[in-house]
């Protein structure tokens, strides 16, 4: 996935289904992107996966398995 669309994506996910701010959503989607491409150079591992979280309206971290 490129990483317009990954963004474009988990910003949307945190934003309806998170119930965060589109501002807030963004940022977090950022950090996600940075996340996904040190997972691809190989400097983070599986356990940092950014795709296995999302904040709840409530700022509680879910972990997805």
Same mark, same amino acid.
């Given at each position: $996935? #490129? %990483?317009?669309?990954? +963004?474009? %994506?988990?910003? #949307?996910?945190? %934003?309806?289904?998170?119930?965060?701010? &589109?501002?807030?959503?963004? &940022?977090?989607?950022?950090?996600?992107?940075?996340? %996904?491409?040190?997972?691809? #150079?190989?400097?983070?591992? !599986? $356990?940092?996966?950014? *795709?296995? !979280? +999302?904040?709840? *309206?409530?700022?509680?971290?879910? &972990? !997805? *398995?």
């Amino acid at each position: $996935m #490129a %990483e317009a669309e990954l +963004f474009n %994506e988990r910003a #949307a996910v945190r %934003e309806y289904l998170g119930g965060v701010s &589109r501002a807030a959503a963004e &940022r977090l989607a950022w950090l996600d992107v940075l996340a %996904e491409r040190q997972l691809a #150079a190989g400097v983070l591992d !599986h $356990m940092a996966d950014p *795709s296995a !979280h +999302f904040m709840t *309206s409530k700022n509680q971290t879910v &972990r !997805h *398995s």
